[in-house]
């Protein structure tokens, strides 16, 4: 054996840039590398089950976030109904056009119709307790006198015994409206704030054609005053059986000529 044979037999492999043949296992870690370097495609099922569930995402987001925005809009503009604004005084009066009548079931509006003469909506006090006015300037009196109209459905307080005959001469400018239409013009206050009438038209009752239903844009006190611009109360309108009805100028004659009765 020469030389050249012996050092023929331990020559080092060839790199696999030097040679053209590839043995198995090089061409297997070829392979995995190149399925290393990308990510498998999604399937037609996997795709359609992420999109619906970003789908219900969004809605269940959208569900919570505009009710919540709808609240929020809301609950602003009741405070802004509800605020209370600066009440105009009842000419020849000498209190406000408004005070607050307490009693069991709670507060409400009373609607001054003259000297120591207020209206209130009969659903909203319990004539058989005790009644007590609140008026502007923080005085609080117990109500001694009351009168209820023919339907029961408002009740005049009195402070006096008196039937004061006079306050019903200052009620020349009381409207009679056949339809709320002749209304629209006057605001209507009560002790929260200024309301208007709705543009819907209301319904009358055929068994009580007298009687006149009203739709305000916002709800009342229980009792509120339609006022003209020189600021004289022209009509009362009052809560009744979940409505807003308009106060006869009949109705309001007879409650100030009937004799008041003791309260409790």
Not at 60 to 86: H, M, N, Q, W, Y
Not at 166 to 175: I, S, T
Not at 181 to 203: M, N
């Amino acid at each position: 054996m020469t030389a050249d044979e012996f050092e023929g037999e331990h020559k080092a492999p060839l790199s696999p840039d030097e040679r053209i043949w590839r043995h198995p296992t090089e061409l297997a870690d070829v392979e995995r590398n190149k399925h290393l370097l990308h990510s498998p495609p999604l399937g037609r099922r996997l795709t359609a089950l992420t999109a619906a569930i970003s789908a219900i995402a969004s809605l269940a987001i959208l569900s919570i976030a505009i009710p919540k925005g709808i609240r929020e809009f809301s609950e602003a503009e009741a405070v802004a109904v509800t605020t209370t604004v600066d009440v105009p005084l009842v000419k020849n009066a000498v209190s406000s056009l408004v005070a607050t009548a307490s009693g069991p079931k709670g507060t409400t509006t009373a609607i001054s119709i003259g000297t120591d003469a207020w209206i209130v909506a009969a659903e909203a006090v319990d004539t058989s307790k005790p009644i007590r006015l609140t008026l502007e300037s923080g005085e609080e009196i117990r109500v001694p006198y009351i009168c209820t109209n023919e339907d029961e459905t408002v009740v005049l307080l009195r402070l006096t015994a008196n039937k004061s005959p006079e306050v019903a001469k200052e009620w020349d400018k009381y409207l009679q409206p056949s339809s709320s239409t002749e209304l629209k013009k006057f605001s209507i206050v009560d002790r929260y704030g200024v309301h208007h009438l709705g543009h819907e038209h209301s319904v009358r009752h055929q068994a009580k054609p007298q009687d006149l239903p009203l739709l305000t844009d916002s709800p009342i006190d229980g009792a509120a005053a339609f006022i003209d611009k020189m600021m004289n109360v022209v009509g009362v309108a009052f809560d009744s059986h979940h409505s807003t009805w308009f106060l006869p100028k009949d109705s309001l004659m007879a409650l100030l000529a009937e004799a008041p009765q003791s309260a409790p």
